[in-house]
């Protein structure tokens, strides 16, 4: 069975850091690009990150350019989200997710793979 876990998110004063992770297991995501995605309550989800299946290429939303880093760690199966400066219009629902596509997608739609979040709350 497929499964994607996110952790780490939790209440965080604005200009706080969090670190989220997303640890993968059921099949091999080492050669899959990974996203990170968001939705805040009566909005769409979007793109945050993604990073390709080598760690070598990344992407970044504008809104968190600068703020967020996105990493992957091959031998524990983990794809992570820095935070850093963290605003109230951050606030969000985090998602990870999987894709075999081989150029990294930013829209949701093109992900295979989910897991099923995690809350992130700054407070002003």
């Known amino acids: 069975q497929v499964q994607l876990v996110e952790s780490g998110g939790g209440l965080v004063q604005a200009g706080g850091s969090l670190r989220l992770s997303c640890a993968t297991s059921?099949?091999?995501?080492?050669?899959?690009?990974m996203g990170w995605f968001r939705q805040a309550p009566g909005k769409d989800r979007e793109f945050v990150a993604a990073?390709?299946?080598?760690?070598?290429?990344?992407y970044y939303a504008d809104s968190v350019k600068g703020r967020f880093t996105i990493s992957r760690d091959h031998a524990k199966n983990t794809v992570y989200l820095q935070m850093n400066s963290l605003k109230p219009e951050d606030t969000a629902a985090y998602y990870c997710?999987?894709?075999?596509?081989?150029?990294?997608?930013?829209?949701?739609?093109?992900?295979?793979?989910w897991g099923q979040g995690t809350q992130v709350t700054v407070s002003s």
């Open positions: 997710a999987g894709t075999g596509a081989v150029i990294v997608p930013t829209r949701p739609d093109r992900y295979e793979y």
């Open positions: 990073i390709n299946w080598s760690g070598g290429n990344t």
């Open positions: 059921g099949r091999s995501f080492s050669n899959y690009a």
